[in-house]
């Protein structure tokens, strides 16, 4: 056991006027099992690269470890899978490797394969258990789930539930509850570490969020009621001292001494009230910084004229002499919500390019009713450039809906200045599905919309799905997300060679 100690870290990235990190200070122990959360865009891949050393920063950060970060560049691809690990580990024992991999249910003949070849799962269980061979280590393992079927998913956090020594980002809450001692999470205004795992942080969460906000209820009251008070005083200090005066023609001579001293005990009491109002105003400013912008989302799904929208009946879809997926029945009627399951690999993405309306070689019959508007979220975010302003223009969506839905969704305003390409996984996937709710569509099919989205978010998008209940088809490896939303559930296996 050693420590990793973090000491006023202050971070900003050059040409930047907003510190990321200021003044931050806290402890690691490198026999935790860590779990890194936080908002998209707070910060948690730049933390990794400040323990890696990538930037410059003012403050310490002290450690007796080597850090490792997954996932682990391959620079030659083409090496076979071996070739690989030992350029990551070049004093590895063969029985080691073979531990690690039968643990994480990979087979042996995937050693001596290409790795271009291993499926994305297959190759982020390799570089994982490359990886953990390393000894004296303390390893960042940076969103391993997103390339995972939800099988694959259960296997690697049953490996890291029995390894120590990492920290894991991660916005699956299943996948985190499972194998995590740990959770870091950077807040709106600190970074915090608690004992447990994600749920336990999250219910600790709400109980902290909800005593705030009980409190601030309790100080504005007492503000408005202290407010009120002051200026009664203050009111009646005047009037008192205005009686010095006397009044006119009364031939009656006013006691200025005692009116003067109960003027100044009036004023007294004043200030007194001023002070108690002012403590009250300091201390609600305290409250509530921590707490996360969780607005509702709404989205305005078009009805359509019949019930059924989509059916495949044995539909079996080619490319040349390759069989994407074979003898898929499947049916969508409107208020469907319908989870997509299948390995990777199995044909769930060519399955919606047909619906979408891709010219794809298939037999069987394919059925969608006439007139019907899809609103496609794709898995991938590398073709978003330019700025938002143009990107709602050439999508024909309402520019103002659409950065609101943002907004919501955590993006700042300054974030509606760049350009998207410099915006993080997440930020990418955020546009993507607001652009979605933005457009007039009877049918919304999301393929893997929650990847690199946090976990907030995700419960927003829960809570609109629920809310709505547009008809979607979706693909999604998170559990819980899963088990939450779908109304029905279609299970695509491969093909049989």
């Given amino acids: 056991m050693s420590l990793i100690n973090v000491a006023n870290?202050?971070?900003?990235?050059?040409?930047?006027?907003?510190?990321?990190?200021?003044?931050?200070?806290?402890?690691?122990?490198?026999?935790?099992?860590?779990?890194?959360?936080?908002?998209?865009?707070?910060?948690?891949?730049?933390?990794?690269?400040?323990?890696?050393?990538?930037?410059?920063?003012?403050?310490?950060?002290?450690?007796?470890?080597?850090?490792?970060?997954?996932?682990?560049?391959?620079?030659?691809?083409?090496?076979?899978?071996?070739d690989v690990i030992e350029n990551i580990y070049p004093?590895?024992?063969?029985?080691?490797?073979?531990?690690?991999?039968?643990?994480?249910?990979?087979?042996?003949?995937?050693?001596?394969?290409?790795?271009?070849?291993?499926?994305?799962?297959?190759?982020?269980?390799?570089?994982?258990?490359?990886?953990?061979?390393?000894?004296?280590?303390?390893?960042?393992?940076?969103e391993p789930t997103n390339h995972l079927d939800m099988n694959a998913r259960k296997i690697v956090s049953d490996y890291l539930s029995a390894k120590r020594g990492f920290i894991l980002v991660s916005h699956d809450r299943a996948f985190l509850d499972n194998c995590v001692d740990h959770i870091l999470?950077?807040?709106?205004?600190?970074?915090?570490?608690?004992?447990?795992?994600?749920?336990?942080?999250?219910?600790?969460?709400?109980?902290?969020?909800?005593?705030?906000?009980?409190?601030?209820?309790?100080?504005?009251?007492?503000?408005?009621?202290?407010?009120?008070?002051?200026?009664?005083?203050?009111?009646?200090?005047?009037?008192?001292?205005?009686?010095?005066l006397g009044t006119k023609n009364s031939g009656v001579k006013p006691d200025k001494g005692y009116i003067g001293h109960k003027a100044a005990k009036m004023m007294k009491r004043s200030k007194t009230i001023e002070a108690r109002q002012q403590a009250a105003i300091d201390d609600k400013s305290k409250l509530l910084k921590n707490i996360e912008n969780s607005e509702r989302l709404k989205i305005s799904q078009l009805n359509f004229h019949s019930d059924r929208l989509i059916e495949l009946e044995n539909v079996s879809i080619f490319y040349g002499e390759k069989t994407a997926c074979e003898n898929v029945s499947l049916t969508i009627e409107q208020g469907d919500r319908v989870a997509f399951y299948g390995k990777n690999g199995s044909g769930k993405s060519s399955v919606i390019k047909l619906i979408c309306g891709e010219d794809i070689a298939y037999t069987g019959i394919f059925r969608k009713a006439s007139q019907l508007k899809i609103s496609y979220v794709p898995q991938d975010t590398s073709h978003l450039r330019g700025n938002l302003t143009g990107y709602a223009q050439d999508n024909d969506i309402d520019e103002s809906l659409f950065?609101?839905?943002?907004?919501?969704?955590?993006?700042?305003?300054?974030?509606?200045?760049?350009?998207?390409?410099?915006?993080?996984?997440?930020?990418?996937?955020?546009?993507?599905?607001?652009?979605?709710?933005?457009?007039?569509?009877?049918?919304?099919?999301?393929?893997?919309?929650?990847?690199?989205?946090?976990v907030i978010s995700r419960m927003q998008i829960e809570k609109l799905l629920l809310e709505y209940s547009p008809t979607i088809l979706f693909v999604e490896h998170d559990t819980e997300f899963c088990q939450n939303i779908a109304t029905k559930i279609f299970e695509l296996h491969k093909p049989i060679k």
């Fill in 403 to 454: 950065k609101a839905i943002l907004r919501k969704l955590d993006f700042s305003r300054i974030q509606f200045e760049k350009d998207m390409a410099d915006f993080s996984g997440g930020q990418k996937k955020k546009v993507l599905i607001a652009r979605s709710l933005c457009e007039k569509a009877h049918l919304h099919i999301w393929d893997e919309p929650l990847n690199f989205i946090d």
């Fill in 91 to 142: 004093d590895y024992l063969q029985w080691q490797v073979m531990r690690e991999l039968s643990l994480l249910q990979v087979s042996e003949d995937v050693l001596y394969r290409p790795f271009a070849t291993l499926s994305s799962g297959e190759q982020t269980k390799v570089l994982l258990a490359a990886l953990f061979l390393k000894e004296n280590s303390f390893l960042l393992i940076d």
């Fill in 185 to 244: 999470s950077i807040n709106k205004t600190n970074i915090e570490i608690l004992k447990g795992n994600f749920s336990s942080w999250w219910e600790n969460k709400k109980m902290q969020d909800n005593f705030e906000l009980a409190e601030n209820e309790k100080l504005r009251q007492d503000i408005t009621r202290l407010s009120s008070a002051a200026k009664r005083t203050s009111d009646w200090s005047d009037k008192v001292e205005k009686t010095k």
């Fill in 9 to 82: 870290l202050t971070f900003s990235y050059d040409g930047s006027y907003d510190n990321i990190f200021e003044n931050v200070s806290f402890q690691i122990d490198t026999d935790w099992k860590l779990g890194f959360t936080g908002r998209n865009g707070r910060g948690k891949t730049t933390f990794l690269n400040l323990l890696l050393g990538k930037y410059e920063y003012s403050g310490t950060i002290a450690a007796k470890v080597n850090f490792e970060y997954f996932p682990f560049a391959v620079a030659n691809p083409e090496d076979s899978t071996i």
